[in-house]
């Protein structure tokens, strides 16, 4: 692979921003809004406001690449019809007011329904940049070179931007060894979004091609893309297809129907098959390769069980939990995988270009409307809600509250308004509006839900039961006749300290406190250990509470540890330890908060 001089980057460069001004622009702005997106998360003086920003930049940078894909899309049109630039430019205003409707209209960060849709134009508005030019244009051949340009521009890009990451970031890695810069992760994540937004995205627009003329003409066929299909893909198809066979076999023995993982390896299968096919399309009617024809068939009469294997998958999930955005995904790509096969199987034109135009279609009719993912998944899960709310079988009880953290958070509260009285719009606005961390909104939307149908989450983590333990003869620490006090700091940390001709070496993590003189280990409070016990106690009944808010007075022989060393007495004492209790007996964390001091005595 011969690599670019100076002069080709350069010339490169200014050729992007003479054809492609507004995706330049866009892809700056993406790269801006990306390095500050990495350094507003170490602006901790108001974190709400900051989490809000965050929001916003996500959303940008989303968006963003929506409106470069797009006006990407538009322009080749243009370039390929020879439109006059008013009409160019009416195409990119256009391409901008979508997203900018889309921009203010969405919001991905909170509601997971938006989020789909942000992929699903994403989708749709690459695969548009791959046919835009070839819309009213029937040769084959342009269309193929066309994409091959695109695909290995893009590996060339990728491949480019990641030498260029890892030196740069192995340079920063040197200046910080060598000079003592102090170089942190934020510095080696901007540069890695300069580079990937910005460099890559520059550098791939500066390889698409703009003589559609010679595209059509041209009959070269790069010996690296047929090695790749025939030595890589295809191999790799032949594994995929072998383990569906094998499977299907198996649950025809078995007489049981398909575990959800196999919709994953029958849609590998069929992108690894229909990318090795179409990477050797213009080679197929050569001399000495009548194999790829073959290929083709097998390949298409080989999904024909494995597609009615793929809706058995998605008719068993479907069918128990009803249709989500991502059911609803993998059911349209079944059926188009099985329109698909049809069409290759019996069509005598066997169009490529039918690939990317129906894939684009599809995700674009899945995005709005009635026949959207959104809107028949919200059907199907509001008509599921409605059946088990109505419903008193244990298993249904048990559903409801997923049902209703998936609406909320994918569609918001306001999609429950049909199940209560109540102005679930009003209710919504205001906790949209108060001061509160994102995630901390969409829980309280879900809590206010379960709260307004009266439906208990089972199967969320209990909330447990506080217990705070206080030392029965140290509430107040009693310091008469020690000559030293160091109060051990709540949380985990380390400090070493010179006492009398000794290193003291205090630690404090979430499971225990020890002191260590001169590396030797001397003293040690397990804290789990000591709330464990406590836990039996309270289950018993055997604590003795203090008030009404689980405090409780606990012997001071078990909070407390001592010993004697060279003329010193050194003695823990604990006199509060706080955690939490929890039913499902969790062990996999354990928080706890404490009041812990080191004493010392000279004897």
Known sequence: MKLPSLQQLYYGFTSVIKRFPLQFMFAVAATICWCYYIHISDYRSYPQQNEKLESQLIKAIAILNLALTLVLALDLISERNQYLPIRKWLLRLGGILVCAVLYFSLDPVNY????YRIFLFAFAFHLLVAFAPFIGHEKMNGFWQFNKALFLRFLTSALYSAVLYAGLAIALVAINGLFNADIRWPTYMTLFAIISAGFSTIFFLAGVPIDYKLLEEEQGYPKGLKIFAQFVLIPLVTIYLAILLIYELKIAIQWQLPKGLVSSLILGYSVFGILSLLLVYPVKETAGN???KLFSRFFYVMLIPLIVLLLLAVWKRVGHYGITESRYILTALALWLAGITIYFLFSKKQNIKVIPISLCIIALLATYGPQSAFSVSKFSQLSRLKRIMKSQKKEDMKERPAVIRYLVYTHGLKTLQSFTKRD?????????????YRYSMKEKKVDTALAIFKVRDERKYDEGINIKLLNDEN?????????????????????????????LKIERNNLNVSLSINNQSLLHINFKVLFDQAVKDYQKGALKAIDKKQAYLYPAKLMTVSKNINGYQYTIVLTTLESTYYEDNRDDYFWNETTTYLLIKKL
């Open 424 to 436: 679930l719009s009003k209710i919504e606005q205001k906790i949209d509006t108060s001061d509160i």
């Open 475 to 503: 509430q107040v620490l009693n310091v008469k006749g020690y000559d030293y006090l160091i109060p051990i700091d709540k949380y985990p940390n380390e400090n070493v300290i010179r006492l009398n001709g000794a290193d």
């Open 112 to 115: 997971t329904g938006d989020l």
């Open 290 to 292: 009548s194999w790829i």
